[in-house]
């Protein structure tokens, strides 16, 4: 994702209206925005539809970035973002049709159980995360969708003999939150149980 000073460099110089650098931008980190997105498990229409928001939001930002050599976390805090609200809409508009034969599907005990366990551990892990800071959040949904190691350290520029020892602090950060405290039944600071660390992360779906 390259250095700060050339990043902020480039940012500016876009701002300035060099194409050739704002191409440079989207080159960079075209790749790191579609992982944050497709984390969201957003349709292949929704997913487009934010991509080209959170572009469209760095061209009316670029005059106004803070700090332009932070654009990484500023893209990566736009596109979840983006995504959750996308999310949001989607879940206010999904249409149901009742003649259809998954509406006269009429679900067993089972199903009911097993679906309200999953929904819970979803909102328990969804709540936690939004606990966490976001390197912590970025790290766990590449390890939620078993990015390998080589991926998630060009994304989150991490060194990969780090990756390990850091993710093993993130979940230990995870299991600690008060969302996963009241779902697991554990006090804080309790003791890891032999394995924890493959706590499941997904899918999170919202």
């Not at 209206?17 to 704002?22: E, I, K, L």
């Not at 983006?82 to 034969?101: A, M, N």
């Amino acid at each position: 994702m390259g250095d700060r000073p050339e990043v902020g460099r480039l940012v500016r110089a876009s701002a300035d209206g060099d194409q050739a650098a704002w191409n440079e931008l989207v080159r960079r980190f075209a790749h790191p925005v579609m992982a944050v997105i497709r984390s969201y498990r957003l349709t292949p229409a929704d997913a487009e539809d934010v991509y080209q928001t959170v572009w469209l939001k760095l061209v009316e930002n670029l005059d106004s970035l803070r700090d332009p050599e932070a654009l990484p976390g500023w893209l990566r805090s736009t596109t979840m973002h983006e995504c959750l609200r996308q999310l949001e809409r989607r879940r206010r508009t999904i249409p149901v049709d009742p003649q259809s034969d998954e509406a006269a599907k009429q679900p067993s005990a089972d199903d009911i159980e097993a679906a309200a366990m999953r929904a819970e551990l979803r909102v328990a892990l969804r709540d936690g995360l939004a606990e966490l800071s976001e390197e912590d959040q970025a790290l766990l949904r590449l390890y939620a969708l078993a990015e390998p190691y080589k991926n998630v350290s060009e994304l989150l520029q991490m060194k990969p003999g780090s990756i390990g020892p850091t993710l093993g602090r993130s979940l230990a950060r995870l299991r600690q939150t008060r969302a996963l405290r009241r779902y697991l039944g554990t006090p804080p600071a309790a003791e890891h149980q032999k394995g924890g660390d493959r706590l499941e992360l997904a899918p999170l779906d919202r």
